[in-house]
């Protein structure tokens, strides 16, 4: 059997993926001691309308761009797993992968509305979340109703990444000069860089099985 690794889990649409996302991951990978952050590209996010969303090979290979010469490792595996909700990716996640170590990773802005998603204590009592500060949305996050039932789980990034055995719930607020940088406004700087990022066949960097680039 291989190592146990601790994984770090960035989930989102990646329409497009860009520095920020690998900021916030480098940023993650040293506090928390991971051995590496996977980013699940989604298919589809439900809190999320489609119009707009580029074809996923376009998002996949944004987020192959982003994470080269980094222990990032961007995936198409939900579509694979046929998951809709995080709380059936990250079950299927660790049936999959018993010997790994899984943490959440998230941002502000979704800590903000994390009470809105399915079986949202069922993912805290799944594996460990870190939370990464946002620019506009502490305010949101700390009076949200996900805070305030997580409140009692806080922990440290210091004695978190120390620790031999995780456990869950827990809350690990991360804090770093925040970057601001958009999805939305790169979309609107390039409005073409779906078309660049898609073209041609590639594999899937965790499971290496072929991504087409007439994948919706």
Known sequence: MGALQRIGL???SFNPAHGGHRRISLFALEALGLDAVWWLVSPGN???????????????GSARKQ???????????ERELGTIYTVDTLAALRRRYPRNRFIWLM?????????????????ARTM????????????????????AWLGRYRRS????????????????HLRFDPDPRSATAIRRA?????????????RDPLTHHPVDPDMP
């Open 10 to 12: 960035l989930g989102g």
């Open 46 to 60: 439900p809190l999320k309308p489609s119009a707009g969303m580029a074809p996923l090979a376009a998002r996949l």
């Open 67 to 77: 994470s080269r010469r980094a222990r990032i490792v961007p995936t198409a595996i």
């Open 107 to 123: 941002g502000g802005d979704n800590l903000a509305q994390f009470h809105r998603w399915r079986d949202w204590r069922r993912i």
């Open 128 to 147: 460990p979340i870190a939370v990464i500060a946002r620019p506009g949305y502490d305010g949101l996050a700390a009076a949200s109703p996900a805070a």
């Open 157 to 172: 990034a210091a004695s978190f990444a120390n620790r031999a055995g995780w456990s869950a719930p827990a809350l690990i």
């Open 190 to 202: 390039d409005p073409d860089w779906a078309r660049r990022l898609g073209a041609g066949t590639f």
